[in-house]
Nanobody
Framework: QVQLVESGGGLVQPGGSLRLSCTASGGIFSSYDMGWYRQAPGKQREWVITITSGGIIRYRNSVKGRFTISRDNAKNTMYLQMNTLKPEDTAVYYC????????????WGQGTQVTVSS
């Protein structure tokens, strides 16, 4: 069983930056594909960005050039650097860990609130 804990959310003005962290325990962190999802009020949760166990990065177009994902396998931690934040980035951000063996196992953190407002 994998436990994920996010941190780093908060209130920031438009154009500002935040860095989110997700620390994992209970599994072999380096084996998991890690990602961030977000859910804005009244909307469905949406995928934002992923870094695979092999270091391949995929992201949704709306965050291209603004969000950067990285991982430190020695610290069992993934990071999301968010720059040039916009009000539409406001959401609860969730960390996700996923691995496929005989079946796909997916784990979620509790979420951290990011609010972009002046």
């Amino acid at each position: 069983q994998v436990q994920l804990v996010e941190s780093g959310g908060g209130l920031v003005q438009p154009g500002g930056s935040l860095r989110l962290s997700c620390t994992a325990s209970g599994g072999i962190f380096s084996s998991y594909d890690m990602g961030w999802y977000r859910q804005a009020p009244g909307k469905q949760r949406e995928w934002v960005i992923t870094i695979t166990s092999g270091g391949i990065i995929r992201y949704r177009n709306s965050v291209k050039g603004r969000f950067t994902i990285s991982r430190d396998n020695a610290k069992n931690t993934m990071y999301l650097q968010m720059n040039t934040l916009k009000p539409e980035d406001t959401a609860v951000y969730y960390c996700n860990a996923q691995i496929t063996r005989s079946a796909t196992m997916s784990y979620w953190g509790q979420g951290t609130q990011v609010t972009v407002s002046s």
